[in-house]
């Protein structure tokens, strides 16, 4: 829609400078109209519906709002912590802790830092 109302005043004004009428520029228009149905109808109705893909197994659903809100979050996160990084002149991975349940050997070290 957006991408339609910025390009459209264009391709008329520049079909009516070719052809000095603005019917061909209201064809253009009509033409990508039609075009663009054809691409929603042929379209298989199981990428909309949100199905896998039976070859390969792969899910072609679009990701859900909260998906999508979770992925910008983490995108917005990540540019605080490199912004972070590189006013204080330290690499990224310093402000990553390692996970102490998933790493025994940092367990054991955070255990001995204890003591």
Known sequence: ?????????????????????????????????????????????RIMMGECDKK????????????AAATREHERTLR????LADVLGRPIEDFFKPDADGDPARSKV????RK
């Open 1 to 45: 829609g957006n991408l339609a109302g910025f390009a459209s005043p264009y391709v008329i004004g520049a079909l009516r400078d070719a052809t000095g009428s603005t019917a061909a520029g209201m064809y253009a228009i009509a033409v990508m109209l039609v075009v663009g149905a054809a691409c929603v109808f042929v379209t298989p109705a």
């Open 56 to 67: 390969s197994g792969r899910d072609i659903r679009l990701p859900s709002g909260e998906q």
């Open 80 to 83: 605080t912590l490199k912004r």
């Open 110 to 113: 955070d255990e001995e830092e």
